[in-house]
C-alpha cells in the first residue's frame, strides 16, 4: 500500500521515460485518470487506455510520446508539488507559471482536475498536484 497513490503514479510514469520504455502500466483511480486526461490533451503523452476489471480497481496503459528524429522523451520532468505532509494551494491570481508558460501546472479545484491555465481563466484556485514540462 502507498501512502501518497499520486507520487507513485508520476514515479511510474517518470522511471518509464527514464528507462525508455514505450508503455506504462498504473493502477487506475478517478484523480489517475483526470491527469492522464490532462497530459493526453497537452501532448505529453501518445494515447492511453483504461482497463477497468470486476471486483478491482483496474489500470491505466499509458503510451509514452518521444521525438520522431532525436529520440528524446517529451516528459523533460514531472514533479510533485502537493505532498500528504504539506500541502500546497495556490489562489487564481497566483497562479504558477512553468517554464515561462512552456510547461503546466496540473490543480485540484472545486470544479475539477484542469491545468494552471485554465484555473486562472475561469478564476478558480485550488491545490497544486504537480508540474509537467
Given at each position: 500500500?502507498?501512502?501518497?497513490?499520486?507520487?507513485?503514479?508520476?514515479?511510474?510514469?517518470?522511471?518509464?521515460?527514464?528507462?525508455?520504455?514505450?508503455?506504462v502500466e498504473v493502477p487506475?483511480?478517478?484523480?489517475?485518470?483526470?491527469?492522464?486526461?490532462?497530459?493526453?490533451?497537452?501532448?505529453?503523452?501518445?494515447?492511453?487506455?483504461?482497463?477497468?476489471?470486476?471486483?478491482?480497481?483496474?489500470?491505466?496503459?499509458?503510451?509514452?510520446?518521444?521525438?520522431?528524429?532525436?529520440?528524446?522523451?517529451?516528459?523533460?520532468r514531472i514533479q510533485r508539488?502537493?505532498?500528504?505532509?504539506?500541502?500546497?494551494?495556490?489562489?487564481?491570481?497566483?497562479?504558477?507559471?512553468?517554464?515561462?508558460?512552456?510547461?503546466?501546472?496540473?490543480?485540484?479545484?472545486?470544479?475539477?482536475?484542469?491545468?494552471?491555465k485554465q484555473a486562472k481563466?475561469?478564476?478558480?484556485?485550488?491545490?497544486?498536484?504537480?508540474?509537467?514540462?
Amino acid at each position: 500500500m502507498t501512502t501518497d497513490p499520486i507520487a507513485d503514479f508520476l514515479t511510474r510514469v517518470r522511471n518509464a521515460v527514464k528507462a525508455g520504455h514505450r508503455v506504462v502500466e498504473v493502477p487506475a483511480s478517478n484523480l489517475k485518470k483526470e491527469i492522464t486526461k490532462i497530459l493526453f490533451d497537452q501532448g505529453y503523452i501518445l494515447s492511453y487506455k483504461f482497463e477497468d476489471e470486476k471486483g478491482i480497481q483496474g489500470t491505466i496503459k499509458i503510451a509514452l510520446k518521444y521525438d520522431k528524429l532525436t529520440k528524446d522523451p517529451v516528459i523533460k520532468r514531472i514533479q510533485r508539488i502537493s505532498k500528504p505532509g504539506l500541502r500546497k494551494y495556490s489562489g487564481s491570481s497566483d497562479m504558477p507559471r512553468i517554464l515561462n508558460g512552456l510547461g503546466i501546472a496540473i490543480v485540484s479545484t472545486s470544479a475539477g482536475v484542469m491545468t494552471g491555465k485554465q484555473a486562472k481563466a475561469q478564476n478558480i484556485g485550488g491545490e497544486v498536484l504537480c508540474y509537467v514540462y
